[in-house]
């Protein structure tokens, strides 16, 4: 008869208080035995219930001791009870409650218990018994790869040291159970064990094994609805975005199960009802049947109700605009099928931030406080009247309009890039443009730039601007060696888009270089044995900081020398000089509108030959000068992410022009192709003529050259964009007894990166064919090229950009147009990878599928898959 109180608090039910008595003290008197005989024979109901606080009598508390499996000390665990010796209070009673609660409540502790151990008169003696609750000391999880095991970790907060309670297990399972079930592993089981861990230290832990029983993804069999009468199976399961039955031919949707596609699913069904007029359909009943095959099949059942038109529709609060201007825009006539989802996106698409919508109407010309509530007024004879209801507010203001997070990028870079001014209207398509406008400046990641709405007052009419930005990498350093046209290559590239050009010689601005003015200044060296190449390059954006008119210049020199097919080795004493400059003007145009580009540009290049005999030029020693003005025009409104475009188009067309110098230079050019025709160039005297009448035809070249590339790009699913592509190309010539020059010429095939021979030829790209295969040896005079590729982002974070990619293509080079054919191409297809790094710039790799023999290698059947390497370009 040791215990007077028991009072404990039960891990199995942390919210009961049990105040219980228990083993009375042994009375010496007749009367105290017969109350404790009585006591003793109504425990067991008193231990069911609480007893109420008001019974406790008065006591002054004595010593308090602690007992039990701990690592706390006494003094720690009393101070934090609440409890202190000399303190009166009633027992049992609220302090005793409180007690228990603080120390169950510190998360440290399980079974709780307070003892009165003995009582001195009015002095009682508390003793309070508990248990550290264990600590994590080792995971094992089983189930999942190694490479997963770090992030069950982070997501369960599973670290050693934690506190291992029954919640924290209970709350393990069901995320675990929840998340993978989510990915389609519908059948998912989560087991946890733990085991007590019994060594020489004193605090109390355990080890946990996790097993996780993903088991099968589970593919969905068939879908099947009931009480469609209107609509077929077919074409409700067609608006299941994230829902499909196995179809083997199907590769770009899934057919696994994932319980949150199938609730958005759910409502895409009744959407899909409200698009054919059914404003009343829903879904009365869906169940999952489980297969023996180990599918499932889903049947939902469906009320479609009766179908609606549109009735009345009236415009009420609008003085802006009228209500033929708002009828026009609405573009829903009465009689109508009711189509409640097409009428959201009407007055306001969501989906699209600069759709054509009411709600942009007003907005794009300062309405930012107006909105607009479209109400049913009557559905009488299943004709709904509408009421479009608008609250125009007051025209808007920008009032101060900031940015944030540029760090390296100087504010005026940003700031005339920027389309809201204080003071200037309200405008969202201009907030839409000024987003778009900083991404495509490649200096800030173009997924984080976020427009902030502060300070909105609409008694005012006044809003502020701010514009959060992230800068990202602006400059490259490209570093490459490889084994390439007999030999080994090196590359050594710098290139810094956000240079300063007016920090060049301020010490304290290197770090490691000039930036923040927007400007780009690139360097690079590439030699091997047979040639060395340098080129200089800047260009500023802003000529003159007041408008957006881009000054470009850039100079190169190439050392070229011939090939020794005896020794296989650079024969230094004959060489090939290219020196080249080019500066150019581009500027923004107004009209047709701002997305307009008008580019000019005027370069010259300078062909040196010494003693350099090929196959190009009869002559191996001369020159030949190019001066020639480009024209072009071109339109880019793609968006955000100039990287990963996901909408928008962007197409050039340039001319390159030559002075037509067979007009004035009195040379008579049909002449010399007559006397040029006439010659045996296996004869000595006739070969060096021959070589004459090229230098005179080549002196200064001749000739124009016309080329188009558009580029079309379109969300078709949430992530997923198609980007179709079509390019045509044509040199030609003033004079045709000149003929038409052995420069400037086309190369199609392969991976479109430039070879050694800087003569002005294009590379063009054809995947599924080696490089430069589609053309003949010295190049063709014409070319076409079409291209169908969708793209998936895997990441698009500023640390590094990733795409996959699949494409068909086709294309063809010709000499002249007798022989052009658009039709008679060169097709291919195959899947890609793409890896964008501020540091180091664009980088991939595609394997292609050529369908068609290359004649020129006597191939008779398709030419088979190739793989190409990606530096530095996009197709």
């Known amino acids: 008869m040791k215990l007077l109180l028991n009072i404990k608090k039960e891990k199995d039910d942390l919210g009961k208080q049990v105040n219980n008595l228990a083993n009375i003290l042994p009375l010496t008197t007749f009367l105290k035995n017969c109350l404790a005989l009585l006591l003793i024979t109504s425990s067991i109901s008193i231990q069911a219930q609480d007893l109420p606080f008001s019974n406790g009598k008065k006591y002054i508390l004595g010593d308090i001791s602690v007992s039990g499996n701990t690592s706390f000390s006494e003094q720690t665990i009393i101070t934090y009870s609440g409890l202190s010796k000399g303190k009166e209070m009633a027992i049992p009673g609220e302090d005793i409650g409180n007690a228990i609660k603080k120390l169950w409540n510190s998360k440290l502790f399980s079974d709780i218990e307070v003892y009165i151990t003995h009582i001195e008169g009015n002095v009682a003696y508390l003793q309070i018994r508990l248990s550290d609750l264990p600590q994590l000391n080792e995971l094992k999880v089983n189930g999942v790869k190694k490479g997963k095991v770090e992030g069950i970790v982070k997501d369960t907060k599973l670290n050693k040291g934690v506190k291992v309670t029954e919640n924290l297990i209970t709350t393990t399972k069901n995320f675990l159970t929840k998340k993978y079930k989510k990915d389609g592993f519908l059948n998912t089981k989560v087991h946890i064990n733990t085991v007590e861990v019994k060594d020489s230290l004193q605090t109390a832990r355990v080890n946990m094994v996790l097993n996780i029983d993903k088991g099968e993804k589970v593919k969905i069999k068939d879908i099947t609805f009931t009480g469609n009468d209107v609509l077929s199976d077919k074409s409700l399961r067609k608006s299941m975005k994230g829902t499909k039955k196995i179809n083997r031919l199907r590769i770009l949707k899934r057919s696994k199960f994932i319980d949150s596609s199938y609730q958005a699913d759910l409502g895409h069904v009744v959407e899909k009802y409200k698009e054919n007029g059914y404003r009343d359909a829903r879904i009365i009943s869906d169940s999952i049947i489980y297969n023996n095959d180990k599918t499932i099949s889903l049947n939902i059942a469906v009320n479609e109700g009766t179908q609606y038109t549109f009735g009345d529709i009236t415009f009420i609060g609008n003085t802006v605009y009228t209500n033929e201007q708002l009828t026009r825009m609405l573009r829903i006539r009465k009689g109508d099928t009711y189509n409640g989802v097409l009428l959201q996106k009407r007055i306001a698409d969501n989906s699209k931030p600069d759709g054509d919508d009411i709600t942009n109407l007003y907005q794009n010309n300062g309405y930012l406080f107006s909105s607009i509530n479209p109400v049913e007024v009557s559905a009488?004879?299943?004709?709904?009247?509408?009421?479009?209801?608008?609250?125009?507010?007051?025209?808007?203001?920008?009032?101060?309009?900031?940015?944030?997070?540029?760090?390296?990028?100087?504010?005026?870079?940003?700031?005339?890039?920027?389309?809201?001014?204080?003071?200037?209207?309200?405008?969202?398509?201009?907030?839409?443009?000024?987003?778009?406008?900083?991404?495509?400046?490649?200096?800030?990641?173009?997924?984080?730039?976020?427009?902030?709405?502060?300070?909105?007052?609409?008694?005012?009419?006044?809003?502020?601007?701010?514009?959060?930005?992230?800068?990202?990498?602006?400059?490259?350093?490209?570093?490459?060696?490889?084994?390439?046209?007999?030999?080994?290559?090196?590359?050594?590239?710098?290139?810094?888009?956000?240079?300063?050009?007016?920090?060049?010689?301020?010490?304290?601005?290197?770090?490691?270089?000039?930036?923040?003015?927007?400007?780009?200044?690139?360097?690079?060296?590439?030699?091997?044995?047979?040639?060395?190449?340098?080129?200089?390059?800047?260009?500023?954006?802003?000529?003159?900081?007041?408008?957006?008119?881009?000054?470009?210049?850039?100079?190169?020199?190439?050392?070229?020398?011939?090939?020794?097919?005896?020794?296989?080795?650079?024969?230094?004493?004959?060489?090939?000089?290219?020196?080249?400059?080019?500066?150019?003007?581009?500027?923004?145009?107004?009209?047709?509108?701002?997305?307009?580009?008008?580019?000019?540009?005027?370069?010259?290049?300078?062909?040196?030959?010494?003693?350099?005999?090929?196959?190009?030029?009869?002559?191996?020693?001369?020159?030949?000068?190019?001066?020639?003005?480009?024209?072009?025009?071109?339109?880019?409104?793609?968006?955000?992410?100039?990287?990963?475009?996901?909408?928008?188009?962007?197409?050039?067309?340039?001319?390159?022009?030559?002075?037509?110098?067979?007009?004035?230079?009195?040379?008579?050019?049909?002449?010399?192709?007559?006397?040029?025709?006439?010659?045996?160039?296996?004869?000595?005297?006739?070969?060096?003529?021959?070589?004459?009448?090229?230098?005179?035809?080549?002196?200064?070249?001749?000739?124009?050259?016309?080329?188009?590339?558009?580029?079309?790009?379109?969300?078709?699913?949430?992530?997923?964009?198609?980007?179709?592509?079509?390019?045509?190309?044509?040199?030609?010539?003033?004079?045709?007894?000149?003929?038409?020059?052995?420069?400037?010429?086309?190369?199609?095939?392969?991976?479109?990166?430039?070879?050694?021979?800087?003569?002005?030829?294009?590379?063009?790209?054809?995947?599924?064919?080696?490089?430069?295969?589609?053309?003949?040896?010295?190049?063709?005079?014409?070319?076409?090229?079409?291209?169908?590729?969708?793209?998936?982002?895997?990441?698009?974070?500023?640390?590094?950009?990733?795409?996959?990619?699949?494409?068909?293509?086709?294309?063809?080079?010709?000499?002249?147009?007798?022989?052009?054919?658009?039709?008679?191409?060169?097709?291919?297809?195959?899947?890609?990878?793409?890896?964008?790094?501020?540091?180091?710039?664009?980088?991939?790799?595609?394997?292609?599928?050529?369908?068609?023999?290359?004649?020129?290698?006597?191939?008779?059947?398709?030419?088979?898959?190739?793989?190409?390497?990606?530096?530095?370009?996009?197709?």
């Open 380 to 875: 009488a004879n299943n004709v709904i009247d509408m009421e479009i209801r608008i609250s125009e507010g007051k025209p808007a203001y920008f009032n101060a309009v900031s940015i944030v997070g540029n760090d390296k990028t100087n504010d005026h870079v940003i700031y005339r890039e920027i389309r809201t001014r204080p003071g200037q209207l309200y405008s969202k398509a201009n907030v839409v443009r000024t987003v778009r406008e900083l991404g495509q400046l490649g200096f800030f990641d173009a997924q984080e730039i976020s427009p902030n709405f502060n300070n909105p007052n609409p008694n005012e009419g006044t809003i502020d601007m701010e514009y959060s930005v992230k800068e990202t990498g602006s400059s490259q350093i490209e570093l490459q060696g490889g084994y390439g046209g007999g030999g080994f290559i090196g590359t050594l590239g710098l290139s810094f888009n956000n240079f300063s050009i007016k920090d060049i010689f301020k010490k304290d601005a290197y770090k490691p270089i000039p930036m923040g003015d927007g400007q780009k200044l690139a360097l690079r060296l590439q030699a091997s044995r047979f040639y060395q190449t340098y080129s200089f390059s800047f260009s500023e954006p802003w000529l003159g900081g007041k408008r957006p008119v881009q000054f470009s210049t850039s100079l190169s020199h190439t050392k070229q020398f011939l090939y020794d097919y005896r020794t296989g080795n650079a024969d230094k004493s004959r060489s090939f000089n290219i020196t080249g400059i080019t500066f150019g003007l581009a500027k923004r145009l107004q009209v047709p509108d701002d997305f307009f580009v008008l580019s000019q540009a005027i370069s010259f290049q300078r062909y040196d030959l010494n003693n350099y005999n090929t196959g190009l030029f009869t002559f191996g020693d001369g020159y030949a000068n190019n001066l020639s003005y480009t024209i072009g025009l071109g339109r880019n409104n793609t968006s955000v992410d100039p990287i990963y475009p996901t909408a928008g188009s962007n197409f050039n067309v340039t001319a390159k022009l030559s002075i037509p110098y067979s007009l004035f230079d009195g040379v008579d050019y049909k002449a010399l192709k007559d006397e040029y025709n006439d010659l045996d160039l296996s004869n000595t005297d006739d070969y060096a003529r021959a070589s004459e009448i090229d230098q005179e035809r080549y002196k200064w070249l001749e000739f124009y050259k016309v080329k188009f590339k558009g580029d079309w790009f379109t969300q078709v699913a949430k992530d997923l964009v198609l980007r179709p592509s079509v390019e045509f190309g044509f040199l030609g010539a003033y004079n045709n007894d000149r003929g038409v020059i052995p420069f400037e010429r086309y190369f199609l095939g392969g991976d479109g990166l430039g070879t050694y021979s800087l003569d002005g030829r294009e590379a063009i790209a054809l995947r599924g064919y080696p490089n430069q295969s589609l053309s003949d040896n010295d190049g063709g005079t014409i070319y076409n090229k079409f291209s169908l590729e969708l793209r998936y982002p895997i990441t698009l974070k500023a640390s590094a950009k990733i795409y996959a990619l699949g494409f068909l293509e086709g294309g063809a080079s010709f000499n002249n147009f007798r022989d052009y054919n658009p039709f008679d191409i060169k097709r291919s297809a195959g899947l890609g990878l793409r890896i964008f790094m501020p540091a180091f710039g664009l980088l991939g790799i595609d394997f292609g599928h050529g369908f068609d023999p290359l004649e020129s290698l006597g191939e008779t059947g398709s030419h088979g898959w190739e793989t190409h390497f990606i530096i530095g370009q996009q197709f």
